[in-house]
């Protein structure tokens, strides 16, 4: 399986690039619409034909890349089930595996973060989206967000996986790449050495954070699986834009 990390600076998002070396057939989970023509030619780079894109959830800081995909390549979009949202092709349920070519993902479904979110086990990597970041874990004070289901969900279900199984999150805003359920378990300072529920949702409800710049139209565009809005301020312009540079090269 060929597997390719990317990054994009403005949401500070990583897109994942899975292929399959038998079929040629590609897929990307959490495409964002500035770096849609670096994954494209990356793919194509790759001998690869792109077949697929899918989303952890619906996201509150980018736009998505799926439906621009979809147009420019007849690519199919999979996006979580209980969004119900008629532009997917691929409605994701939990323990249902999402198969392309010799590629498998196992969908998990991790709400708090948000209630829809869903994080990917692909072998020894996890796809973890905004539910568990490195040293960190997606906030909970909006999309129905919920400490204390986070708390279960990160200490019951992601932290009950090998300790070996490597995580890849969503988002890092400091150059980190990837992690360990190892290393989160034992040293997250939100959730991991052992705290309590009682101590998360008390971590968690003194964080104070701004409200996403960003949110009020990536919402609602993200449940049209990418459609950029047409009235977004001249200093957003760029969340729907592409990229003329990328640091990916």
Known sequence: ??????????????????????????????????????????????????????????????????????????????????????????????????????????????????????????????LSGDCLLIDGCGRTDFQNGDAATLYQTITNTLFSLPDDTLVYPGHDYTGRHVSSIAQERERNPRVGGGKSEAEFIAIMSTLNLAYPKFIDYAVPGNKLCGKCPEDLPERM???CQQMTFSPQG
Do not use: N, W
């Open 1 to 126: 399986m060929i597997f390719k990390q990317l990054f994009e600076p403005l949401s500070s998002t990583y897109t994942y690039l899975l292929g399959c070396e038998d079929t040629g057939h590609a897929l990307l989970v959490d495409p964002v619409v500035p770096t849609m023509e670096r994954d494209l030619e990356l793919i194509h780079d790759l001998g690869l034909t792109l077949k697929m894109t899918v989303e952890t959830h619906v996201h509150a800081d980018h736009i998505t890349s799926a439906l621009h995909l979809r147009a420019s390549t007849g690519s199919d979009i999979a996006f979580p089930g209980v969004d119900e949202l008629p532009c997917a092709d691929i409605h994701v349920e939990h323990g249902v595996p999402v198969r392309l070519g010799s590629i498998e993902l196992q969908p998990l479904f991790t709400p708090g973060h948000t209630d829809d979110h869903f994080s990917y086990l692909i072998g020894d990597r996890l």
């Open 237 to 239: 312009e760029e969340y």
